[in-house]
């Protein structure tokens, strides 16, 4: 399982102390693409390499003074490299360094989300083949459908964040840009050469045109691909959740000794961890929404969206880096009840299986109106308590007149709407080489049926 102590890394992601170490890291690089450049003298940034440490509160206490946290950094730094800090920030506007510093967080925010959802994939794929023949009813409207397998739901689930992954690759190499264009994105006082350079020791690409600020679309796109992400999240929770309810009980979160659900029902076992998760789901949509409204801004610039940024970014990456974990966590304990898939399976008598006995029947040449009519009869009778449903179809006069007993028997194998699987898991995992090994690997885990 994986550790849900791991997720403070997302967290020290967006400290003060390491957002200002970017910022440092891009003045640092700007002047050694300057001394390169012949510019600035030689030594400047492996000397201010050297002397600068990062005082967080130190910069407070400089900003309560110059109301301006840029301002109050580059004094911090002055402090402690002297007459040499005259070279720092040549050029440069403020948000050269907090929208190119800014991608770096968001970079590396990207790479730990990718590793949270690499161990939901491996658990989701090894759950999806454990459960391959694992028979339970469909539902439809919360009404019973036709037979599937849990494993079905699992490969569902993993072909979909599988998507989100693919969307979270797009939106990271959509925020990996920086600019060094200046205070209106003319180059005034830098050339595009040192922008490219810079951005290339970076590790990011230089935003192809940017006025003050590399345009909000593209963040707005990041938090929207969380969004979804989120979503996802939430509609597995929510899945949980229902087949946990006692009237279904065919799952349930893993309940450890001592634990309790209750202060006043002792009999409580509550799906605690998904419920966190849908409620947490709504929070980052909600910071979508506040992204959304950051890409509209004043001419070449206002600072409208600096103070949304501080909180949406930090919140959704460390929400969306828990809940991943936590839902990984969750499934991969998940507690499940295949005789109580059964029981429910069989609890509308045979009902379920009304559209293959229609199917039997136009097979049979009968005109399809006639035969829907004549299953829907009978099922509705069977719905309304006066007899079991294949026990009337057998001795339906119509029916029994196109179908042998064998044949309508044929219809109520639950075991034929799964026999498509071995395809079906082919198309989402590759081959059936892939699956097997699988399958083997999640028999080596923990079970709990």
């Not at 605690?272 to 890409?295: D, I, K, T, W």
Request: proline share 3%; glycine share 8%; aromatic share 6%.
């Amino acid at each position: 399982m994986i550790d849900r102590y791991t997720l403070p890394r997302m967290g020290a992601l967006w400290t003060q102390a390491r957002k200002y170490e970017a910022w440092l890291q891009v003045e640092l690089a700007t002047c050694e693409a300057l001394e390169q450049s012949g510019k600035t003298p030689r030594g400047v940034a492996a000397y201010v390499r050297r002397k600068v440490r990062i005082d967080p509160d130190r910069i407070a206490e400089i900003e309560q003074v110059t109301k301006h946290d840029v301002i109050a950094f580059l004094e911090s730094v002055a402090e402690q490299v002297g007459e040499k800090a005259r070279h720092l920030h040549s050029g440069l506007t403020s948000s050269d360094i907090l929208d190119t510093a800014l991608a770096l967080q968001m970079v590396e925010a990207v790479g730990i989300i990718l590793g949270d959802l690499d161990g939901l994939l491996e658990v989701l794929k090894n759950q999806a083949f454990r459960h391959r023949d694992t028979i339970m009813v469909g539902r439809s409207h919360g009404i019973h459908g036709e037979p599937i397998s849990l494993g079905f739901k699992f490969a569902i689930w993993f072909e979909e964040f599988t998507r989100h992954r693919n969307r979270l690759l797009a939106a990271g190499k959509d925020i990996a840009v920086g600019k060094l264009s200046g205070a209106m994105g003319t180059f005034a006082h830098l050339p595009p050469s040192v922008e490219k350079t810079v951005c290339a020791k970076l590790g990011v690409k230089p935003a192809p045109i940017s006025n003050q600020i590399v345009q909000r679309d593209r963040h707005a796109a990041f938090l929207t691909t969380l969004a979804l992400l989120a979503s996802s999240v939430e509609k597995v929770a929510t899945e949980i959740r229902h087949l946990q309810r006692t009237e279904v009980s065919e799952v349930e979160e893993f309940f450890s000794e001592g634990q309790k659900g209750s202060s006043a029902m002792p009999h409580k076992r509550n799906p605690v961890g998904a419920e966190n998760l849908c409620g947490l789901a709504r929070v980052v949509r909600g910071h979508s929404l506040a992204a959304m409204e950051n890409v509209a801004l004043w001419h070449e610039r206002d600072i409208s969206h600096s103070s949304v940024e501080r909180i949406i970014l930090p919140d959704s990456t460390i929400l969306i880096d828990y809940m991943l974990v936590r839902l990984t966590n969750l499934l991969e304990s998940l507690t499940v009840y295949p005789s109580r898939m059964m029981t429910n399976l069989n609890a509308t008598g045979g009902l379920i299986y009304s559209q293959r006995l229609l199917l039997a029947l136009v097979d049979r040449g009968a005109g399809r109106e006639v035969a829907y009519e004549a299953v829907q009869r009978n099922a509705m009778e069977a719905w309304q308590g006066r007899g079991d449903f294949q026990g009337l179809v057998v001795k339906d006069p119509f029916i029994s007149r196109k179908l042998r007993p064998a044949e309508i028997q044929a219809c109520f194998e639950p075991r034929s709407y799964i026999r498509h699987m071995g395809q079906i898991y082919r198309r989402v995992f590759g081959s059936a080489k892939q699956g097997r090994e699988a399958k083997s690997a999640g028999k080596g885990r923990r079970k709990r049926q």
